[in-house]
């Protein structure tokens, strides 16, 4: 048999009045906000030149052209390639794998083989069956073992 849930009444009710309270507030001073009418751009100004001006800071004094003026993004626009750049860092040392304490990248300088006397090694010199990513490639000897000649 399962029985209702009920209110649990030893609890503070002071929290929840506060956000209440704060809700209201908040509220009353949206609703009672004047924006004024909207601005617009000229017809005669380039929208787009504007905000790539603004964003690298250059104002108009240095322009033969006409742009709305705006604040400067330069040093927001700094932060973020800085930002991104560790990023993308932060991404390529996470995608580096390691096999027996040794890194393992993509692009291999030369490979090593534990077996020197392994075949034949390929006119490029990286050593035999060799593959980009440092492993060996397969051989079709397996595969023609058991098959039909």
Known sequence: MTTKP????????LPGLAALGLFVVMAVVFLQAEFGAPQGFPADVSIVASIGYAMFDISADQ??????SAEGFLAAFLIMAIALDVAIDAAVYLAKREEAGEVVTALVDEVRSDDPTSGSEPADGRGPAARA?????????????GGDH
């Open 133 to 145: 990513d440092g492993g060996e490639a397969s051989t079709n000897d397996d595969a023609t073992a």
């Open 6 to 13: 009920q209110l649990n009444d030893d609890s503070n009710l």
């Open 63 to 68: 322009l033969q052209q006409q742009i709305v």
